[in-house]
């Protein structure tokens, strides 16, 4: 190794022992700026909104799923390009929009349309008859601590994996899935319910949006690791790198607190709304 070469900094490997060859790198780069306009003054909100609403407005104007792994296409490339520039408040702020818009979309979708709904949104029937299970009996096995705090854990685990090797596009995919879950028992609720207002608003449990709000933060944490590792760019600093851990790790041991606290309130509250 001559002199030359050892001014020059090594490149960090992406995944162990893998590092990106320069063209991947600023090729990476480029792809993660593609959305970078529309993560700016009044073009940002209707981005946002759109990369929600559009894929799934489609998918059932069409009746055909896929609108989950195409929603968060998009809204990876709006949380990369804040990425870039470490602009994490705007970036966490984009993804939370997106999954609102959306979360407003399916509910209205599921109340208008739940045959339609449940066919493009799998799983999610089943989500709502084992919900149902719970409000009458005040039992399902995932709600016990032994099942769901391994559980999480492991979600947890496969969130930041995931993040890391697909810049964020598996993560918000499988989130997107879980929401819809949500959206769509929390619609049937409000339609079995004596006050449909106040069932809605419980069915979406106050853990769940905690969750939420951990796994945006953790996310756009990974997706700055990942894309910096993977370009060969310092994207944050340790400090603010250290407060976003911490930040996305208190919600979800929020989430945690809350479930053990209120779980049995809420289970109560809705099996007395029912009519």
């Not at 804040?82 to 979708?109: E, K, P, T």
Request: glycine share 10%; proline share 5%.
């Amino acid at each position: 190794m001559t002199d030359a070469d050892a001014d020059v900094p090594a490149v960090p490997a992406w995944i162990w022992p893998l590092a990106a060859p320069p063209r991947v790198r600023e090729q990476a780069w480029r792809i993660a700026g593609l959305a970078e306009p529309w993560t700016r003054g009044a073009r940002a909100l209707p981005a946002a909104v759109a990369v929600g609403v559009l894929p799934l407005a489609l998918s059932w104007a069409f009746g055909i799923g896929g609108h989950q792994a195409v929603s968060a296409a998009g809204l990876a490339l709006l949380c990369l390009a804040c990425v870039r520039r470490d602009a994490w408040r705007s970036g966490i702020a984009l993804v939370l929009l997106a999954f609102l818009a959306h979360n407003a979309a399916a509910m209205g979708i599921a109340v208008l349309d739940p045959g339609a709904a449940a066919r493009i949104m799998p799983g999610a029937a089943d989500y709502w008859s084992k919900q149902q299970t719970w409000i009458r009996t005040g039992w399902d096995p995932e709600y016990e601590a032994a099942v769901w705090i391994p559980a999480h854990l492991g979600q947890l685990g496969g969130a930041v994996l995931n993040s890391y090797v697909s810049l964020g596009w598996i993560t918000f995919t499988e989130g997107f899935r879980q929401v819809d879950w949500m959206n769509f028992y929390s619609a049937q609720l409000a339609g079995c319910s004596r006050h449909p207002a106040s069932a809605l608003m419980l069915g979406w449990h106050v853990w769940s949006l905690a969750r939420g709000l951990g796994f945006a933060v953790l996310i756009f944490e990974i997706l700055s690791l990942s894309l910096g590792r993977l370009t060969g760019r310092e994207l944050s600093t340790p400090t603010l790198r250290r407060r976003r851990w911490s930040a996305g790790l208190s919600c979800l041991a929020a989430d945690a607190v809350l479930k053990g606290v209120l779980i049995g309130a809420v289970q109560q509250w809705l099996l007395g709304d029912l009519r």
